[in-house]
């Protein structure tokens, strides 16, 4: 548990990373605006890269600290055991959606180095690595809903209460 902790953990720095590369390239393009000489062809194409990577890379974090968005408007007026049943479903429709998402875009990484696919940009990058961010993301993603999942039906995880998803608010 500790070392997945810490992979979710990597990929959040990672995104941190990224984010900083997203403004780094910002930066770059403007000033390539102002001093020609200074431009670098396709840098608002890898701030859209770098941003992607930074957004997939995030949520598997993310998910683990409790951070996603959660409707529990309905869910926290239910019974006990419904409303564990009703955890463990949802549970279970993120995992398929996650895992959905993750197969999907490692596929289209695949196919983006099998078809050598680059940008349409005078920088004609591969498409597969920056693709790869968004994979690796997703992959984790499906990985940390998996973890959790496997925590509810278990009973390890406990819902958040009524109390607890107030304090939550800001």
């Given at each position: 548990?500790?070392?997945l902790s810490r992979l979710f953990d990597a990929a959040g720095w990672a995104a941190g990373v990224f984010l900083i590369g997203t403004l780094a390239m910002v930066l770059i393009s403007i000033v390539g605006r102002l001093l020609p000489a200074l431009a670098l062809p396709g840098a608002d194409a890898y701030a859209g890269y770098c941003m992607a990577?930074?957004?997939?890379?995030?949520?598997?974090?993310t998910l683990r600290r409790g951070e996603h968005i959660r409707v529990t408007l309905v869910v926290q007026r239910l019974p006990g055991r419904v409303r564990r049943?009703?955890?463990?479903a949802a549970h279970g429709v993120g995992l398929f959606l996650a895992g959905a998402l993750a197969w999907f875009?490692?596929?289209?990484v695949w196919q983006s180095h099998t078809f050598h696919d680059i940008s349409t940009g005078l920088d004609?990058?591969?498409?597969?690595?920056?693709q790869l961010g968004m994979a690796v993301g997703a992959l984790l993603l499906a990985l940390a809903?998996?973890?959790q999942?496997?925590?509810?039906?278990s009973g390890?995880?406990?819902p958040l209460s009524a109390s607890d998803e107030s304090a939550r608010v800001e």
């Open positions: 548990m500790k070392a990577a930074a957004a997939f890379l995030a949520l598997p974090s049943t009703v955890e463990i875009s490692a596929r289209l004609a990058t591969p498409l597969w690595i920056p809903m998996l973890v999942c496997v925590e509810v039906m390890r995880v406990p």
